[in-house]
């Protein structure tokens, strides 16, 4: 289980920016009251403001802080608590938005290439940030907790503080149950998201952030119960937490990719057509973007969360950009190796020997597929009689040392362009499936609530697998015509090699 704690240090980054690496924090640390820790008394309801909650509220009825997704009664508050934190006069104002619930809206206008928030490090959470109950924060330190099961658990000490904490306006604008995958049981992936590979991704986040708290548990909190009682330090509570940082916390690059929740700018939502991202600015000492282009008043501000496919947005952020508005859109295309393969031993030890196996997925865009796709397919066509070249092959498909490597094999280049388009068609065909049976699935519905839930996440699901099918068909077609202009040439080829022996006879 340690492991999950390394897997969020290193992979499960979402982000709103991008080009991650790590440095030394530099963070200034926020100054908070020294006062002696409010008791916990697990015992109250779950509106109480008072510093204590109830075991019932975790547990039943969902989290006790946070509000409705689109409130922007508890955004006005966040507004106004920050300015008197020190936020400067802002060109935005938070309101409902078309797009993502509640936004930023320009109140004036807004040049192209103009610097907007400077949000100050003191109104900035990162692993540096001071706890209200430090310690509780100096046990996570002396067992070298990562930064993002850090946040996690210090977001659910500072949440259980409720107005004791000094975040309490941040927090009480959170949603208290954030758009994410991580809050669709396992029967809603199965059953909606079949056809593609994200369903994949999502329970392996989910395990992961299963497994992290279970380790904190094993490892700390059951040491420390009087420091972290189940009541507060839960499941639930945590998947809470992790749902927040996967769809808000902030990779800044300027601070080597540093990992922080920027109250405020984190009210921006996502544009597939901008190319901007929130930074750390040194000259102005705040947490800033760049406008990539004007906004008048009136109109949203939005920012990128970085290159990702629809899949990935619908992963950490719970939504889905419409339909052919994102160029960096792309499919997970699953391979394998074929068990009847006699050479297939040893092709799955020269793919081992690069960090691949015998099953693997690709991406596929609009545009194309990926060199190492290709290299991979050859491998999976060849014969044994190729076997010398399984290794090179191998290495090409894994590109580990990013060299890009295009290998050409003419004779196989046929052989490996069905193999793609099979699975490609396998795929297409799981996509028309669920399609053609969403329609009439059956919701299994018991409340007007669940309803709407379940007409959701439905609608998720049916808009992602639309956006991955249309790039599997786009690919079909590719793959189909090369196919067939291969096929003309040979037969071309052939007619030609008949009528001069013919001629020779
Ligand atoms: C960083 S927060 C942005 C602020 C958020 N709208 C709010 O009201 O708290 C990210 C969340 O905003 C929403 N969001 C952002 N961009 C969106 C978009 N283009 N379409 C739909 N929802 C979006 C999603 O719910 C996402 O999880």
Same mark, same amino acid.
């Given at each position: 289980?340690?492991?999950?704690l390394? $897997?969020?240090?290193?992979?499960?980054?979402?982000?709103? !920016?991008?080009?991650?690496?790590?440095?030394k924090p530099?963070?200034?640390?926020?100054?908070?009251?020294?006062t002696? +820790?409010?008791?916990?008394?697990?015992?109250? !309801?779950?509106? !109480?403001? #008072?510093?204590?909650?109830?075991?019932?509220?975790?547990?039943s009825?969902?989290?006790?802080w946070?509000?409705?997704?689109d409130?922007?009664?508890n955004?006005a508050?966040?507004?106004?608590?920050?300015r008197?934190?020190?936020? +400067?006069?802002q060109?935005?104002?938070?309101?409902?938005?078309?797009?993502?619930?509640?936004?930023?809206?320009?109140?004036?206008?807004?040049?192209?290439g103009? /610097?907007? =928030?400077?949000?100050?490090? #003191?109104?900035?959470?990162?692993?540096?940030?001071?706890?209200?109950?430090?310690?509780?924060?100096?046990?996570l330190?002396?067992?070298?907790?990562p930064?993002?099961?850090?946040?996690?658990?210090?977001?659910?000490?500072?949440?259980?503080l409720?107005k004791?904490?000094?975040?309490?306006?941040?927090?009480?604008?959170?949603?208290?149950?954030?758009?994410?995958?991580?809050?669709?049981t396992?029967?809603?992936?199965?059953?909606y998201?079949?056809a593609?590979?994200?369903r994949?991704?999502a329970?392996?986040r989910?395990?992961?952030?299963?497994?992290?708290?279970? &380790?904190?548990?094993?490892?700390?909190f059951s040491?420390h119960p009087?420091?972290f009682?189940?009541?507060?330090?839960?499941?639930?509570?945590?998947?809470?937490?992790?749902?927040?940082?996967?769809?808000?916390?902030? @990779?800044?690059?300027?601070? &080597?990719?540093?990992v922080?929740?920027?109250?405020?700018?984190?009210?921006?939502?996502?544009?597939?057509?901008?190319?901007?991202?929130? &930074?750390?600015?040194?000259s102005?000492?705040?947490?800033?973007?760049?406008?990539?282009r004007?906004?008048?008043?009136?109109?949203?501000?939005?920012?990128?969360?970085?290159?990702?496919?629809?899949?990935?947005?619908?992963?950490?952020?719970?939504?889905?950009? @419409?339909?052919?508005?994102?160029?960096r859109?792309?499919?997970?295309?699953?391979?394998?190796?074929?068990?009847? &393969?006699?050479?297939?031993?040893?092709?799955?030890e020269?793919?081992?020997?690069?960090?691949?196996?015998?099953?693997?997925?690709? +991406?596929?865009?609009?545009?194309?597929?990926?060199?190492?796709?290709?290299?991979?397919a050859?491998?999976?066509?060849s014969?044994?009689?190729?076997?010398?070249?399984? *290794?090179?092959?191998?290495?090409?498909? !894994?590109?580990?040392?990013?060299?890009? /490597?295009?290998?050409?094999?003419?004779?196989?280049? *046929?052989?490996?362009?069905?193999?793609?388009l099979?699975?490609?068609? #396998?795929? $297409?065909s799981?996509y028309?499936?669920?399609?053609?049976a969403?329609?009439?699935?059956?919701l299994? $519905?018991?409340?007007?609530?669940?309803?709407?839930?379940?007409?959701?996440?439905k609608?998720?699901?049916?808009?992602?697998c639309?956006?991955?099918q249309?790039? =599997?068909?786009?690919?079909?077609?590719?793959?189909r015509?090369?196919?067939?202009?291969?096929? @003309?040439?040979?037969?071309?080829?052939?007619?030609?090699?008949?009528?001069v022996?013919?001629?020779?006879?």
């Open positions: 289980m340690a492991e999950a390394k $897997i969020f240090q290193t992979t499960l980054m979402p982000s709103l !920016s991008q080009t991650p690496s790590f440095h530099s963070f200034q640390t926020l100054s908070l009251r020294r002696s +820790p409010p008791i916990i008394r697990c015992t109250i !309801s779950p509106t !109480s403001t #008072s510093g204590e909650i109830s075991k019932a509220a975790v547990g009825k969902g989290i006790p946070g509000c409705e997704i409130s922007v009664e955004a508050a966040l507004e106004k608590w920050l008197e934190c020190g936020l +400067p006069e060109k935005m104002d938070i309101k409902k938005v078309e797009v993502g619930e509640r936004g930023l809206v320009a109140n004036n206008n807004i040049r192209k103009e /610097k907007l =928030l400077f949000v100050p490090p #003191s109104l900035v959470i990162s692993a540096d940030s001071e706890w209200s109950f430090p310690e509780a924060g100096e046990v330190k002396r067992y070298d907790v930064d993002w099961p850090l946040i996690a658990t210090y977001l659910i000490s500072e949440a259980s409720m004791s904490s000094r975040w309490s306006n941040y927090i009480s604008a959170l949603p208290r149950q954030p758009y994410s995958l991580l809050y669709w396992r029967g809603e992936l199965d059953r998201l079949e593609s590979q994200i994949e991704r329970i392996e989910i395990n992961n952030v299963t497994g992290t708290y279970n &380790d904190l548990r094993a490892r700390i040491k009087n420091l009682p189940e009541e507060i330090y839960n499941m639930e509570t945590f998947r809470w937490s992790f749902g927040i940082l996967f769809s808000r916390l902030v @990779r800044l690059p300027s601070l &080597d990719g540093r922080a929740l920027v109250p405020w700018a984190d009210m921006l939502n996502h544009s597939c057509d901008v190319e901007t991202f929130l &930074d750390y600015d040194k102005t000492k705040g947490v800033v973007f760049t406008t990539d004007p906004y008048q008043p009136g109109e949203q501000v939005f920012i990128s969360y970085g290159r990702k496919s629809n899949g990935e947005l619908l992963l950490s952020y719970g939504f889905v950009p @419409r339909q052919g508005t994102n160029p859109d792309s499919v997970e295309l699953p391979f394998s190796l074929k068990k009847s &393969d006699k050479c297939y031993e040893q092709k799955v020269a793919l081992k020997k690069h960090g691949l196996s015998a099953s693997q997925c690709f +991406p596929l865009q609009v545009t194309g597929w990926p060199l190492e796709l290709m290299a991979y050859y491998l999976a066509v014969p044994p009689s190729m076997s010398g070249k399984f *290794e090179e092959m191998a290495a090409a498909a !894994s590109n580990k040392n990013n060299t890009n /490597k295009e290998i050409r094999i003419p004779e196989l280049e *046929e052989q490996a362009f069905q193999y793609i099979d699975s490609c068609e #396998s795929s $297409i799981k028309t499936k669920f399609l053609q969403s329609g009439s699935m059956d299994d $519905i018991t409340s007007p609530k669940q309803l709407n839930r379940k007409v959701f996440l609608q998720l699901a049916v808009d992602l639309n956006s991955e249309r790039i =599997l068909f786009r690919t079909q077609y590719i793959l015509r090369k196919l067939r202009d291969m096929r @003309r040439g040979e037969l071309k080829a052939l007619n030609l090699f008949d009528s022996s013919k001629f020779f006879k």
